[in-house]
Every structure is written in C-alpha cells, then in structure tokens.
C-alpha cells in the first residue's frame, strides 16, 4: 500500500480523488447521502465545484421558467385585451346569434322531416 498525506489536510491516507486523482483521506471526502449516492472517494473540494455546476444550472432553468412565465402572462394580458374590445363582443354576439339561427332552422328541417315520416306511416 502506497500511503501519502491528504492533499487538504496533511493526513495519511490511501485514497484517491476519483476527479482531480489527489490523495484525499476520508475525513476530507463526501459522505455519501440520499441525495448524492456515490460508491467513490471524492474530495470536498472537487464536490463544491458540482455544487457551483448545479447551482448555476438550477439558476439557468429557473431564469428560463420565469422569462416563459413573463412571456405567458403578456400573451395573456393582450389576448384578455383584445377579447374584451367593444368590436370583439358585437363579432362573437353575432357569431352566436348566427349559430342560434342555424340550429333553430336545423331543428325544424328534422321536426318537418319528422312529421312527413310520420305522416307516410300513418297513410296521410
């Protein structure tokens, strides 16, 4: 066995940094937890430059998310405008009475087919 000091604190050890390949005793090591499940000596050093990686792509996604957020919301604010406009509400209200119109007028095209059906069974 090759033991040589740790390179943060000087004392012997046996172990090396899987990242940076420096002799690093296990006091200086991550400990292995529920949320970083290694099975390899790492030292503290090599894990805050992950910390920093993560934190900066945490930071990343969640400017992403609130530059969409800010996005919708604009979107939303201009779609609410333009819904309410004065224009909008005499197009849509004409739209509907149209529709209206067309389902009344379906409706007595099926009521007249209806009756003549009836009608033609009765032998009238």
Same mark, same amino acid.
Request: hydrophobic share 30%; aromatic share 10%.
């Given at each position: 066995m090759n033991i040589v000091p740790c390179h943060t604190c000087e004392s012997e050890t046996d172990l090396t940094c899987r990242d940076c390949e420096e002799p690093v005793c296990e006091d200086c090591c991550v400990v292995p937890t529920i949320h970083n499940q290694i099975e390899y000596a790492l030292c503290k050093s090599c894990d805050m430059g +992950? =910390?920093? =990686? /993560? @934190? %900066? &792509? $945490?930071?990343? &996604?969640?400017?992403? @998310? &609130?530059? !969409? /957020? %800010? !996005?919708? &919301? *604009? *979107?939303? $604010? #201009? /779609? #609410? $405008?333009? +819904?309410? #406009?004065?224009e909008n509400i005499e197009k849509r209200r004409t739209e509907k009475a149209k529709r209206n119109a067309e389902r009344v007028e379906r409706n007595k095209e099926l009521l007249a087919e209806t009756f003549r059906i009836v009608n033609s069974m009765m032998g009238r």
């Open positions: +992950y =910390e920093v =990686e /993560r @934190s %900066i &792509e $945490a930071d990343r &996604e969640w400017n992403l @998310s &609130e530059q !969409k /957020r %800010i !996005k919708r &919301e *604009a *979107a939303n $604010a #201009k /779609r #609410k $405008a333009t +819904y309410w #406009k004065p």
